[in-house]
């Protein structure tokens, strides 16, 4: 069977036949090519077999390149198909009259083979990821009145004094939102945050939270809270409790911002015990932290959890240990008792691995055997000292340790497990849900970094080239199943817009690139511009801007790449990629922070 796309088609359209035939010859081995020698003709060819893009002379006799394009985008058949023009005018004046009509880029005779390949093959990606947008965007439509309907269902349920299993999945995503994947600190560190979670049933009791801090008046750096929690039971009472528990939990926590970690374990307990919603034969465990960004002191309380597991250096500690300060009964067997707190001092490089108990029962189904806390340290040990293939000597990143764990565990057991991702499904074969929270402080100052002054667009091309070159070997290396050309477009994007919208094309301005691989890959680019407002950039996709080319590239910036964020007003943008993508993970995580912010779990947007 050939899975292969069909090749696309180019339409190359100039009254001059030797123009044509040099680009037929740069393009024919890779795409089907047409040809026109006039305007007229190539609005017909267009109409009737549209062109996958077109490449467009300015200066024609009968019609020029600008009113074949005004045509072009007028007619509902051919608006989407991008046109680039070829043109030998050099006037800032008339690339702005022709991106006003609607093209999306040019290129300048005499042609470069090298160029007109790149700029062919970005367009080209560009669309088979709008046209995917677009696909995207009618299932979000269909979505939409989906939750509408459960809404509604919801209602009637409710009336019924029932709930349905799905809609009480939604609610508890939306009271804990989505963990931010990297936060702050001080001096040049942050802490990166990742997780599986995965339940045996439709749902279950594992939950799970990190809340960094809010902005507050004084400017010191502030404390992260994690919680994570498994209710007793499987059934769909216990994801109720689950929604109820970190309700109170935050409620606690926006009551008494400044109170100790042992007074909110405490007065969680309390609440749940005095409040009468659970019956007798409820409780939970759990291990809730708070880590200082300017001291990276922890401090930790577990109740009747599992330890965790601190790893530094290739020293594997679990936390609290046998006797250590920490370790408590589960919450809701006992009202007015105080939680003791252990605490230890984190430093750079340090690993945190959280994780329910159905990580270590999972043999018990089939094996008929747990793994012990000592068996769990002893293969986190054979996993962070294997000999690596790789070329790279730095310590095992923590997210791979993670999903090493999960993988390594699931086959001891004879269990399918496994995170839902670009290539699989979600899976869980065992008899218990299953999460496990993973945690690194990593310094974002050790990156790469290369310094540009380029003085015209060939040149940014040519260092769009060289840096994608430099990046591939290494990205396929680590394992990133994230598609190539998202990489590429990115990598394009945010260079034109750091030369032309940050240093505005001035040759004595640099362009400053960094990147690093850890648990994700990150890429920077900082222009020495004055900045922009980044969050009122228009949205292209509406219909009032389908036409102009402002917002074009962060919106594409946004939508391939992991995570983006800016400093300096506009002038430093950062990107990251993750290994393992999740799908829709982004989109999900927007829509429950704005409704977090209606009972002000968070304070800012992370």
């Given at each position: 069977m050939n899975n292969k796309l069909p090749r696309q088609n180019i339409l190359i359209v100039d009254d001059v036949p030797a123009n044509i035939k040099m680009l037929q010859v740069t393009l024919m081995c890779d795409y089907d090519i047409s040809v026109s020698t006039n305007g007229p003709e190539a609005i017909e060819i267009a109409i009737s077999n549209p062109p996958d893009l077109i490449l467009l002379d300015i200066l024609m006799p009968e019609m020029d390149g600008y009113e074949v394009c005004r045509r072009l985008k007028a007619n509902s058949r051919t608006r989407h198909i991008p046109v680039i023009f070829i043109t030998a005018i050099d006037e800032e004046e008339e690339e702005s009259k022709g991106f006003k009509l609607?093209?999306?880029?040019?290129i300048r005779k005499p042609f470069s083979p090298i160029i007109v390949k790149a700029r062919v093959s970005t367009h080209l990606n560009l669309k088979l990821h709008r046209d995917h947008l677009e696909e995207l965007n009618t299932v979000l439509k269909?979505?939409?009145?989906?939750?509408?309907r459960s809404e509604a269902a919801l209602k009637h349920l409710l009336k019924k004094q029932d709930i349905n299993?799905?809609?009480?999945?939604?609610?508890?995503?939306?009271?804990?939102?989505?963990?931010?994947?990297?936060?702050?600190?001080?001096?040049?560190?942050?802490?990166?945050?990742?997780?599986?979670?995965?339940?045996?049933?439709?749902?279950?009791?594992?939950?799970?939270?990190?809340?960094?801090?809010?902005?507050?008046?004084?400017?010191?750096?502030?404390?992260?809270?994690?919680?994570?929690?498994?209710?007793?039971?499987?059934?769909?009472?216990?994801?109720?409790?689950?929604?109820?528990?970190?309700?109170?939990?935050?409620?606690?926590?926006?009551d008494h911002t400044s109170a100790t970690m042992e007074a909110v374990i405490s007065r969680l307990n309390n609440e749940i015990c005095y409040s009468e919603i659970f019956s007798k034969e409820d409780f939970f465990t759990s291990v809730s932290a708070e880590i200082d960004h300017e001291t990276l002191i922890m401090k930790y309380v577990s109740t009747g959890h599992p330890p965790f597991l601190l790893i530094r250096e290739g020293e594997i500690r679990d936390l609290p240990g046998p006797g250590e300060k920490g370790a408590n009964i589960?919450?809701?067997?006992?009202?007015?008792?105080?939680?003791?707190?252990?605490?230890?001092?984190?430093?750079?490089?340090?690993?945190?691995?959280?994780?329910?108990?159905?990580?270590?029962?999972?043999?018990?189904?089939?094996?008929?055997?747990?793994?012990?806390?000592?068996?769990?340290?002893?293969?986190?040990?054979?996993?962070?000292?294997?000999?690596?293939?790789?070329?790279?000597?730095?310590?095992?990143?923590?997210?791979?340790?993670?999903?090493?764990?999960l993988s390594r565990i699931s086959k001891i057991s004879e269990e399918e497990v496994m995170p839902r991702t670009y290539k699989n499904e979600a899976k869980n074969t065992s008899a218990d849900d299953i999460t496990i929270l993973c945690m690194e402080i990593e310094n974002q100052k050790n990156y790469c970094e290369s310094v540009w002054k380029p003085r015209h667009s060939e040149e940014i091309a040519k260092l769009v080239i060289d840096l994608y070159e430099k990046f591939e070997s290494e990205w396929h290396q680590r394992g990133y199943e994230s598609p190539d050309p998202c990489l590429r477009i990115v990598l394009e994007e945010i260079l034109l817009n750091a030369w032309i919208h940050g240093n505005h094309r001035d040759p004595d301005?640099?362009?400053?690139?960094?990147?690093?691989?850890?648990?994700?890959?990150?890429?920077?680019?900082?222009?020495?511009?004055?900045?922009?407002?980044?969050?009122?950039?228009?949205?292209?996709?509406?219909?009032?801007?389908?036409t102009k080319p402002c917002g074009r590239g962060i919106f594409l910036i946004q939508h391939f790449a992991s995570h983006v964020s800016w400093k300096n007003g506009g002038s430093h943008l950062i990107t990251s990629f993750r290994r393992y993508p999740v799908p829709r993970e982004k989109r999900n995580s927007a829509r429950a922070r704005k409704l977090m912010k209606l009972w002000g779990t968070y304070s800012r947007e992370v």
């Open positions: 609607g093209a999306v880029d040019y269909q979505e939409i009145s989906e939750r509408k299993i799905e809609l009480a999945k939604k609610l508890l995503r939306l009271v804990n939102g989505t963990a931010p994947r990297y936060i702050d600190l001080t001096n040049g560190r942050i802490l990166f945050v990742d997780a599986i979670s995965l339940p045996c049933y439709a749902e279950g009791g594992d939950h799970y939270f990190v809340r960094p801090p809010g902005a507050n008046k004084q400017g010191r750096p502030g404390k992260t809270f994690i919680s994570l929690k498994d209710q007793s039971g499987h059934e769909v009472s216990c994801v109720l409790r689950s929604i109820i528990t970190d309700l109170i939990h935050h409620a606690v926590l926006n589960p919450i809701g067997i006992k009202g007015g008792i105080t939680y003791a707190v252990g605490e230890t001092r984190l430093r750079e490089g340090d690993k945190l691995i959280f994780y329910t108990d159905g990580l270590t029962e999972m043999p018990l189904k089939k094996r008929k055997k747990m793994i012990t806390s000592d068996e769990l340290k002893g293969l986190v040990r054979e996993i962070i000292s294997q000999p690596r293939q790789e070329v790279h000597t730095e310590e095992l990143a923590v997210s791979d340790i993670m999903n090493e764990i301005k640099s362009i400053t690139v960094r990147w690093r691989f850890r648990n994700d890959f990150h890429l920077e680019v900082i222009d020495e511009g004055k900045g922009f407002d980044y969050q009122s950039v228009p949205d292209p996709r509406s219909d009032d801007n389908l």
